[in-house]
Each structure stands twice: as C-alpha cells, then as structure tokens.
C-alpha cells in the first residue's frame, strides 16, 4: 500500500503523505531556506567563559575568543581545541580568517598559547598549530605592562604584528598607543592601516563580498584618555555584526564582559551619533557570564534593576524573535557571589520575553547533564537555534565516554 | 488552559496505559533526560492510550507558519499497535492551510500531523519513542521554516489516509465534464485499488464514478471527510456547488441514455470525484486541483432512491415527475478514497528527476541493446518516437530483449512501439516503421528527419556511415553498440551541427583503441573470429540479459547526457569482472576533408597535429611513414585515422627521406589486431623541411608506385607531403587535392 517516497513526485493533483525517511534523515543536514546561503554562529559550552565561532555562508571563518576551560573537575565542558580542530578538519583548513581577542582576561583566552601558530617566536610555531590570519585585540592588549602566561603572548604576538604592520587590527587608539609605537620608532600614521576606532567599520569584511559587516562599539574615546591603567573589562571589544541572506539582515551583538557603565556610555555614545541601528540585536552575547555588574550598580533580591541605557539597549533594541546568549555556568536559583546571577538572568529573562525571543545558557543547551554548542542559523528567516531532540549518537561520539572501571 | 483543545479521552494514571509505545512514551518523558519535551499529562480513551506533551520545536525569526514555543501536542496510541500513532495539534488556532496534515475524521476537532512517508510496518522497526518526539519537533520546525516538503514540490497540505486507491484518467484535470466512467477493482483484500476500466476492460466493472469540478477556491476545502452524503453536501454549498441538484440531473441523464440501465443499476456502486481548482490568491489563475473522492455506500439505484428521483416499481425503475425535494441522501454513508492519477509522460520526467526538454528520438534498431535504451527512456518521460527496425521478434531474442513472448513473430518496430506506448496512460506519440533505414525509403527519412536525435542501435556499422554520408537534414545522430564480448558499450556522438560525424567518429574511436590502455582488448572476439571492426555489431550469442541491462541503463543515460549539449563525444563504458563500471572518454577532433577527383580523403586536426609533430622533431631533415585508415568504395572515401613514425632503418635527410620497414608488418598486424581488421595501410606520408609541400620528382615517382601497387586492390595511391604551414594530400596525381572547406 505504501508506495516510495517519490510517489507523486510533481504530481500537483495528488494529496501527498509526509516526508519519506530518507527525507527525514536529511534533517541531519540544515537546508538553507533560500538563495543557498546561510551563516552559523556557534557558542561552546565552557563554563564562564567564552568561545564563538562565526561560519559566513561564504566559508570564511572568525574565532571570537578562545577559552580551552575542560579539564579534570570540568568534564562536562566542551573539549574546544578537539571540537574546533575537527571543524577545521571537514573544512579542510588550517587557519582562521579572524581571530578575536575582546581582552585579555583568562576566561577568554585560556589555552592560546597552546593552539594557536604565534609568528613572533619559534616556540609557538610547532607543527599542528592553528594560524590566525588576522588577530583583533583591543589597544590595551598592546599597551598594557606586567601580562604573564597566555595574555602575555597574545600582547606579544599583537606587538610582533603591530610593529610588521600586517596581520592585525587594533581596536581604539588611545594615547598610550602613540606612545607605545613612538617609543618603538613608529608613528601612530605609519600604522593607522591597522587601527579601527569605534564607530567604524572593520575594513577586513564587506557586505557585497561577504554579507557581513562588523561596527565597533568598544572601546570607544569616551573613556580612552581618563584612563591611566588599562582596565581589561572595560576596554574590551564589543561590536555588532550585520548579516545579510537571503533578503534580511540579521544582526549580533557581541559585549564580552563590559560592566554596565560602559554598556551605558556605548548606548548614549551611539544615540548621539545616530547610530542607533547599530545597537539592534537578534542574536546578542551577553556580557560578562550573566554578572549582574553589567546591568546595573544593585544585584537586587529577586531581578536586577539595570542603568536605564541598559535597559534600553535590552528592552528596546532586541528585535523579534531574538536570543540572549549566557556564555556562562548553569543558572542556579541561590545566591552566589560569583556570576552568573540569577537575578541578572530574571532580568535578561523577561527583557527577551518581551519581545518573544529565548534567553539560553551555554552550560543548559541542550541539556545541563550534556551541554552541547549553541548553534545558531542565519538565513531569510532571521535566526534560529539548532534544537535537536534525540540524536543521542551524536551528544555521545562528540565528547569521551566517561571513564570505565 | 482556553487556547488549547481538549485531548482526546480522559485523565488517566501511567499504569492505566496498556500499549508499548505508550508506555515507553511516558516512561522516556518521566525520566526527564530528553531536551525540548515535557509530558503534561497521560489519558485513556476507549481504544487507545494517549500521552500528551508540549515540544519546543527550533524555530527562526521569521516563521513561515505560525508555529508557537512550545506547541502542545497529543500522540494517540490505539491498543491494537497495528497502524501508525496519530498525533494531535491541541491549540485551538493552530494554522490549517499549507502544512502537511492528515484529513482528519469525521467530527475530530484536532489538526492531525502527517509524520511519515512509510507504512506502520516500515515505521515500527526503527520506531522509539525519543525518534518519534523527534519527528514532532522536526515537524514544527521544518514547517515553521516552510521546506518540509522536498524543493520544486507543490505544497499539498492534506493527506488522505485511504486504504483503497482510485486510479484516476489524468485528462480528468482538464476536462469540465466527464460523462460518468466506469471503474474496475483491482488488487486484493489487503489492498484495494481501483482503476478507470479502459473501454474493453475484462473485468466486471462494479463502479461507476461521476466527476465534478466545482469552481475556484483560495481555501483548502477539505479538512476532514464528511461521514455522509449530507456532510458532503454541506462541504461543497461554499463553494457554490449543489450537489443533491447536480446529482440528480447526472442520474437522470444516465437512466435515459443507458439500454440497460434497470440492471446495471442494480450492480453500479458510485464514486464520487471533486476537482477543486485551488488559487494562490483572488483573482490567480488556479495553480493545481484539490481533488478527493468518495465510494457511496450503496447502489446507484439506491442512490437515485434516496434523492427521490426514481422509484422502483416490479423491477422496473420509473422516474417520478416531481421529486421530492426532501430526499437528500440523508444516511448515505461516504467511504473516502485515495485519488491518485494516472502516469503521464510529464509525471514519468518529474519522478525520474529529468528537468530537460521533452525531445523527440528516433530509434533505428531496436534489439537486444536498442529496445531497452527505448524502453528505459519511454520510462523516464521520453514520448515522441520513430521507431525503425525491419526485424520480427524470434524466440530466442527473448533472452536479451524488452519484449514478453506474445510479441514472437511480430516486427519489433511495432511491438516495441506499442509496448513503449502503454507505459503512460495518454501522452505517448510512438510512429513505428518496419523499414531497413538502409533502403532509404523516404517515408521513413522524412519521418526521422522530423526527430530532435537520432538513435542509431543497428548492428552495423554500415547504418552509421549511411546517416553520416547520404542523409541530407538529418538531426544530429548517435550510435549506440556493444563490443563483441559485450562488456563494453560505446557511445559515438554528433555535434549539434553535425560538423563532426558518426564516420569521422568511427576513425577516432578507431584510433582511441590504437592509444588508449583503458580500451585494451576492446574489439577481441571471444571466437577468434576477424569481424571487421565493427561492421557487424551484434554480440556473440552467449552473453546475459543482466549485462544489456547494465549496457541499455547506461545507454539511456548517456543519451540524456549528450542530448543537453551539443558537442561531440566518443566515450566507452566498461564492466570488468568485479562489475565495475569505468568510461574512458576521448577527445574528438574536428574532421577536415579533401576532394581529389571522384575520391575524398577523410582526416582530422588530431592527426595533421601529429604529422606536424613528427616533422618538427626531425628537423631539419625530412621524416615519413605509413598512413593507416580506411576505405570506404562504394562512397570513395579514404579516412586516415593514424600516421606512424619512421621505420628505425629509415634514412632522413634535409633533402630526401627513405622510408625502411623494419617493424613495419608486425605493427600493421598488431594495428589490424586492435582494431578487428577495421584499419589497415592507406598511403605514405613525409615531410618537407621548408613551406613547400609540392610534390619534387622524386616524390612524384613514389606516387607512381603507389598507385601501381594499390591497383591491385582496387584502392586508389595516396600520398601525403608534410610543410612548414600545412599538409598537402595527393591521389594518384601530383596535382594536389581541394581541401573541403576546412573546419
């Protein structure tokens, strides 16, 4: 009685039945809702801390942090050089267009040393390394003094570039950069081919060329020449992608760990200059692991009230149908000192509601038991969370079984 | 909560579940490991279990389809386990148009989602209840996303879950009214299948089906099956169709038109069909039918009773003068069918996935090899035909042909024909001639020059030369033959324009054999006989069906192929003894041609390539050797398919070249060999070291010879002299030979 999947192929008069099976096998594979074009963004599991990898629909890659947190305590965080080696592997590449350094801070760049090629010494240039084509670092990554460990290379590998003039953007150009490269027998001129300020497009992407765009929001002037100790939080880069697929754009915004006050001052700075556009968001990263210091001053007892610039930013600027992003451990409903709060996460909770979208904590997707990366499609459609109920097979061969007795 | 529908049954507890699937359900939800999904509660109804569950499906921005985060949904389990789980959309506003739903039952308020493709038999030996969960959500993602349905397929939202199928005429869709049809049951108990009889069907026709079209809609009309003829009623009124009105005019005619309709009335069983031409939007051209069937569950003359039109009185039916209009059919029960169309050419190309044009072939030759390439592309939407063979189908054919055993005897033209024609129900314009394409009757030259390609399958090469030389306005001809052991198959196509042809093509192939080490032992015959080349094609009388199969689906394929461009091409598909299939494809070359008095000499650029070659390499002395080929007398033709270097006890000067012949039988052999006795010496070539290629004294005494000596075979001496800028070509002259146009 059942006949093949192909009964009635374009027979427009016939009542059709469901999908065959192998077409449901297909759903292993994403199809692209229309002109073939699709970007994922990818947040991995790794506790507080963060890691995002953006795949244009053109095939270049860009690395937003990298933070290699699995270890002994922490099985259940994603082993991130395994997962992106992989990735890079069925892609058949050996290097990332982009790789961003918002700052320097461990929970964004734990492991670096480790797997990325670094041109300015042979140590780090072993075989089966991963090479950045070009780094982005915030200007305090260049400047700042006393850096040990993983954000010691990173600063030296930025410096080592910085000074070749090639391979690198620098985000914001405050004083102790001219005087950083004077005192290095450069001109700020001689490297401004390497600098981007806030406000700008970052020259490397093109909307034609790759449908995307990528607007800097931070740092920003207002608080570069205040500032005599380079405060990693603050001076982070945020910015704001724009996607193009299929007719729509689609638009993520990507806050590292800025404190509200400077969340506060990028939203005033951007109104001011009627920029406004830019602070929309259908897919945002949250800042800072869900800490309730990027909403406002008060952790509160119940829901975090947020400096009235961040609340716009968060109640006025999502679009519909958004995702807030928590790169940060499962939310537990108990007071911690630590982020995530959960008062901050009652606050993105509700924000997002309004105007339909979902908040999702790394550490939570799929499950807590076995969180598994975020993966968000971009198409015509806007964007979409992967959401794979069952697959077992998969969740298991991704990651080691736990250990045999 | 008010939005939602009520489920179906009532409350119950986990261990008041009685089925498998049910119970695993509950049991996999309870223990909260699966992401996305939450039981929300279980309930009994008087024959199944029911778990009810909200799912979170992924869904984009924009939705196609007003799908919600979660959706509540039902799954019903019948305790019998015996057919596919239903499952329900409880939201009360859960969108209807455009998703892929079940036709629900009578009075069923719940949107039913058409999960599966397969048959419950099929579907329960993967089946679990976390892959069943899965399918859900995949649903309402993917309709969300609006590509559930395959790309390039129309959406056809509701499906009729039916067991019995009814076969239905496609020229259904076109026409407005058809006359009342009969329909025979075929098929089994398990599986019912009825089909519009043809006009001398054998079987008892238990049915007869009225038709209707009703007029355009936006709307999908059906969303559930009526129960009754009441309910039917009810469903049409909106679309401004009366069906009791148009019901009865139908009987009436019918009764007055028929002889002997008092007895068949008894016996007819009516089908109802409803085509329903379904718009985009208002004031669209309708876009397809929404059509669907029902068997009435009665007679037709009962029919007729209970819309009060006739009675019955001794037998006899007598129609009443006025009816009564209070008789509508009440309690007639309706059984839905499944409607499904009969195959037409264009469905035949849809469902063989071929988006090209609709080309029309001929096909001269239709053996063991040529009436399965014509069989295989009738199959796959191919329906414009000429069919040419002048061979009658003997018993033993039937080992390797597409033809059954009733056909022995008759001409294979016309069966072959016929039997390519009854592969689609209308659609198929086949012309079969019993002719030899050779005689050149000109109704079968007309009817082939009217052919988009076509197809030569002959068993001699001397129909390739025939289409290629004396068949003028010819369509771009492809020859399609085996090798003798039948392993491999060759494909010689024409370009578009036909520049190039199928004797140019011959000699190439002849050559690839030559130089190709993928095409050893292409021509052995398996009895060691000398064949020629492959002036006869026909294969040796022990090979199986299996490998014309192999051969006949690579044939077709190749002629979709080819036919979407219009180059040229040589290509040769072997299967080796693993069943490997490999194609060695060869470049073609574009043909040049000299006229040298009553004979024309026959090369391409691959080749005058060569000799220039070889003259370069030599420089500044002179060089020379052998031209191999062909001759064809009764068109005078010389093909030179290939050139050999110098002999080792050559002798070559700046001013004069002494060809040796050390070697040179044995490659000749070896060349006769390869090639089945297909090429063999034609002339002598050498060059000139300067831009001359006038022939000196000398060169005029070996001409001389040439001739003398060819005589004796009757082939005319042909010299070629190789020059700085281009080759000159000499039969039995020094006066050189005309090129022909070029390339």
């Known amino acids: 009685m059942e006949s093949s999947p192909a009964d009635g192929g374009e027979l427009s008069d016939l009542p059709r039945r469901g999908p065959g099976i192998a077409a449901l096998r297909h759903f292993l594979v994403e199809v692209p809702v229309s002109e073939n074009m699709m970007h994922t963004l990818t947040f991995f599991p790794l506790g507080n801390a963060n890691t995002c990898r953006i795949d244009l629909a ?82 305090a990554a260049i400047t700042e003094v006393g850096s040990d460990g993983d954000a010691r290379v990173i600063r030296q590998e930025a410096r080592h570039r910085l000074l070749q003039g090639a391979g690198i953007r620098v985000f914001s150009r405050p004083a102790r950069l001219k005087e950083w490269l004077n005192a290095n027998g450069l001109t700020l001129e001689s490297r401004i081919h390497c600098i981007v300020d806030a406000g700008q497009l970052v020259p490397s992407f093109d909307l034609p060329r790759d449908s995307v765009e990528f607007f800097v929001h931070s740092p920003f002037a207002e608080r570069q020449n205040e500032n005599d100790v380079e405060v990693r939080n603050c001076d982070a880069v945020a910015f704001q992608a724009r996607f193009t697929a299929g007719g729509r754009d689609t638009r993520l915004l990507m806050l590292s760990d800025l404190p509200c006050d400077d969340i506060a001052a990028m939203v005033r700075v951007t109104r001011a200059y009627r920029n406004e556009d830019r602070l929309e968001w259908d897919v945002c990263g949250l800042p800072h692991h869900c800490s309730y210091l990027s909403l ?19 109640e006025k600027k999502g679009r519909r149908g958004s995702t807030l992003i928590s790169s940060s451990d499962p939310i537990r409903n108990e007071e911690t000192t630590q982020p995530p709060h959960f008062q901050a996460a009652n606050y993105y909770k509700a924000a997002v509601q309004g105007h339909g979208g979902e908040f999702i904590v790394t550490m939570e997707h799929q499950t807590p038991s076995i969180p598994v990366p975020l993966v968000v499609h971009i198409d015509a459609l806007g964007a979409r969370v992967q959401k794979r109920l069952g697959g077992a097979p998969g969740v298991i061969t991704s990651r080691p079984a736990p250990r045999a007795g | 909560m008010k939005s939602l529908l009520e489920p179906p049954g009532s409350p119950a507890e986990h261990a008041d579940l009685r089925t498998t699937l049910g119970r695993s359900l509950a049991d996999v939800l309870q223990n909260g490991i699966l992401p996305f999904v939450d039981l929300r509660e279980v309930r009994r109804d008087p024959m199944a279990d029911v778990v009810v569950v909200s799912i979170v499906p992924a869904l984009p921005q924009d939705p196609v389809a007003d799908i919600r985060r979660p959706e509540h949904i039902a799954i019903r389990v019948r305790d019998s386990e015996d057919r596919t789980p239903e499952v329900f959309a409880l939201r009360k506003d859960f969108p209807r148009n455009g998703l892929h739903l079940n036709v629900s039952d009578p009075g069923s308020p719940w949107a039913s989602l058409c999960l599966y493709d397969e048959g419950w038999q099929d579907i329960r030996l993967h089946l679990t209840p976390a892959s069943l969960l899965a399918q859900v959500q995949e649903w309402l993602s993917r309709s969300a996303r609006g590509d559930l349905h395959l790309p390039e397929q129309p959406v056809e939202p509701f499906v009729i879950p039916s067991a019995i199928t009814l076969v239905l005429p496609p020229s259904l869709v076109t026409d407005t009214a058809s006359a009342p049809f009969r329909i025979e049951s075929r098929g089994s108990d398990g599986q019912i299948v009825l089909v519009a009889a043809e006009a001398d069907g054998r079987r008892p026709p238990g049915h007869l089906a009225f038709a209707y079209r009703t007029r355009p809609t936006t709307q999908t009309t059906l969303r559930q099956h009526p129960a009754d003829l009441e309910g039917l009623d009810a469903m049409l009124q909106p679309l401004g169709f009366e069906l009791v009105q148009t019901l009865r005019s139908t009987l009436r005619d019918l009764k007055n038109s028929h002889q002997d309709f008092d007895v068949a009335a008894h016996e007819w069983r009516p089908v109802l069909v409803f085509a329903v031409p379904l718009l985009r939007e208002d004031g669209a051209a309708p876009e397809r039918d929404q059509v669907f069937s029902y068997s009435v569950d009665t007679t037709v003359l009962e029919l007729g009773r209970a819309l009060g039109i006739w009675d019955v009185i001794s037998g006899t039916v007598g129609l009443v003068l006025s009816p009564d209009d209070s008789a509508r059919g009440q309690g007639l029960r309706l059984l839905p069918l499944r409607p ?30 040529g009436s399965q390439v014509v069989m295989n592309l009738a199959r796959s939407g191919f329906c414009r035909w000429v069919v040419v063979d002048n061979d009658s189908l003997l018993p033993h054919n039937l080992v390797r042909h597409a033809l059954p055993r009733s056909a022995i005897g008759f001409p294979k033209a016309e069966t072959t024909g016929l039997f390519a024609e009854s592969i689609t129900s209308q659609g198929m314009e086949v012309r079969s001639l019993v002719a030899d394409v050779l005689e050149g009757d000109p109704k079968v030259d007309n009817a082939l020059r009217q052919v988009d390609a076509v197809l030569d399958m002959s068993a001699t090469a001397t129909v390739a030369r025939a289409l290629a030389q004396d068949r003028e306005g010819f369509p771009r001809c492809i020859s399609l033959f085996l090798n003798p052991m039948g392993t491999d198959l060759v494909a010689l196509v024409e370009d578009g324009e036909r520049r190039i042809r199928l004797d140019a093509l011959e000699m190439q192939y002849y050559r690839a054999l030559l130089r190709d080490p993928r095409l050893d032992g292409h021509l052995t015959d398996p009895l060691g006989r000398l064949r020629y080349g492959t002036s006869c094609r026909d294969v040796t009388m022990q090979i199986p069906q299996e490998q014309i199969a192999v051969a006949a689906g690579i044939g077709a394929r190749a002629v979709r192929m080819f036919t979407t461009n219009p180059d040229a091409g040589i290509r040769v598909w072997r299967m080796d003894a693993e069943l490997a299939v490999n194609a060695a494809s060869t470049d073609v070359f574009p043909t040049r041609e000299w006229g040298c008095g009553d004979w024309t000499v026959v090369a391409d650029e691959w080749l005058l390539e060569h000799l220039a070659e070889m003259r370069h390499d030599r420089l500044p002395s002179e060089t020379g050797g052998i031209l191999v080929g062909f001759h064809d007398m009764q068109r005078h033709r010389i093909y030179i398919a290939e050139a050999l270097a110098a002999p080792p006890d050559s002798t070559e000067r700046p001013v004069y070249f002494d060809r040796g012949c050390v070697g040179l039988r044995a490659h000749l052999a070896e060349i006769q060999r390869v090639t089945n006795g297909a090429l063999s010496y034609v002339g002598e070539w050498h060059s000139h070291p300067g831009t001359s290629t006038r022939p000196s004294t000398q060169d005029g005494q070996v001409l001389e010879f040439l001739s003398t000596h060819m005589a004796m075979d009757g082939h005319p001496g042909l010299m070629v002299i190789v020059g700085q800028d281009d080759a000159a070509v000499f039969v039995d002259s020094t006066e050189p030979c005309v090129p022909n146009g070029a390339c």
């Open chain 1, 58 to 139: 053109n095939g270049r890659k860009l690395l937003i942090d990298y933070a290699a947190t699995r270890d002994a305590d922490n099985p259940q965080r994603i082993d991130l050089p395994a997962e992106l080696r992989r990735d890079l592997a069925e892609a058949r590449r050996t290097s990332y267009d982009v790789v961003a350094f918002t700052h320097l801070d461990d929970d964004h760049i734990r492991g670096s040393s480790d797997f990325f090629r670094f041109e300015h010494a042979p140590k780090y240039q072993g075989a089966g390394r991963v090479d950045i084509d070009e780094l982005w670092v915030p200007a």
């Open chain 1, 296 to 314: 406002g001053p008060e952790k509160g007892v119940t829901i975090v009230k947020p400096l009235p610039d961040v609340a716009f930013l968060y």
């Open chain 2, 340 to 369: 499904v169309f009969d195959l037409t050419p264009e469905m035949a190309r849809s469902l063989s996935g071929f988006r090209g044009g609709d080309l029309s072939l001929g096909a001269i030759g239709v053996g063991a090899l």
